[in-house]
T-cell receptor, first 115, second 114 residues
Framework: NAGVTQTPKFQVLKTGQSMTLQCAQDMNHEYMSWYRQDPGMGLRLIHYSVGAGITDQGEVPNGYNVSRSTTEDFPLRLLSAAPSQTSVYFC??????????????FGEGSRLTVL | GNSVTQMEGPVTLSEEAFLTINCTYTATGYPSLFWYVQYPGEGLQLLLKATKADDKGSNKGFEATYRKETTSFHLEKGSVQVSDSAVYFCALSDHLGGAQKLVFGQGTRLTINP
């Protein structure tokens, strides 16, 4: 059981380039989400999905797109990278049974640097 | 909106010392409260949780009690080990557009020296 898998672990981009951060989970979790982690600011929610075909915005969605075509995958797309998007990105998922408490399962993170 | 405030870090202690990391929250209603831990190079993992007032969450020697009257959820451990060195995040559950999400504090980096 791999849990939540993120790729790549590290990426360097130039301003204006595009890329996709991949996230896959093999636990049949309906809820998936993307957070970014910045020093002194904790984790902030970018986008989330409550099931295949359904996505919605979090606190800091600007500059990011998501889609959810399958239960397993939830990619995060940067269409035109900016230095302000330099961060560590975490994908997290949650099983249906924990809706009342909100416990999340996290991937190992993807460190992105935009020059 | 709902928010979480943690004590400023970094925190450095000697092995076997007593640990307290303060966490206070602002919320409408009665959220669930969590402590997550992030070891170097890894993602966050749940350390403990409490779902209602006066509940005590515990795991690996760590404890935290949900205090509604003081809106707090302080993390404590009686005797820390070098292996406890990590970043600790306090979080609460919140509702966004009908879905639950977690709101995190800024994190507290803990270093334990032998």
């Amino acid at each position: 059981n791999a849990g939540v898998t993120q790729t790549p672990k590290f990426q360097v981009l130039k301003t204006g380039q595009s890329m996709t951060l991949q996230c896959a989970q093999d636990m049949n979790h309906e809820y998936m989400s993307w957070y970014r982690q910045d020093p002194g600011m904790g984790l902030r929610l970018i986008h989330y999905s409550v099931g295949a075909g359904i996505t919605d915005q979090g606190e800091v969605p600007n500059g990011y797109n998501v889609s959810r075509s399958t239960t397993e995958d939830f990619p995060l797309r940067l269409l035109s990278a900016a230095p302000s998007q330099t961060s560590v990105y975490f994908c997290a998922s949650r099983p249906p049974g924990s809706k009342s408490t909100g416990e999340l399962f996290f991937g190992e993170g993807s460190r992105l640097t935009v020059l | 909106g709902n928010s979480v405030t943690q004590m400023e870090g970094p925190v450095t202690l000697s092995e076997e010392a007593f640990l307290t990391i303060n966490c206070t929250y602002t919320a409408t209603g009665y959220p669930s409260l969590f402590w997550y831990v992030q070891y170097p190079g890894e993602g966050l993992q749940l350390l403990l949780k409490a779902t209602k007032a006066d509940d005590k969450g515990s795991n690996k020697g760590f404890e935290a009690t949900y205090r509604k009257e003081t809106t707090s959820f302080h993390l404590e451990k009686g005797s820390v080990q070098v292996s406890d060195s990590a970043v600790y995040f306090c979080a609460l559950s919140d509702h966004l557009g009908g879905a639950q999400k977690l709101v995190f504090g800024q994190g507290t980096r803990l270093t334990i020296n032998p």
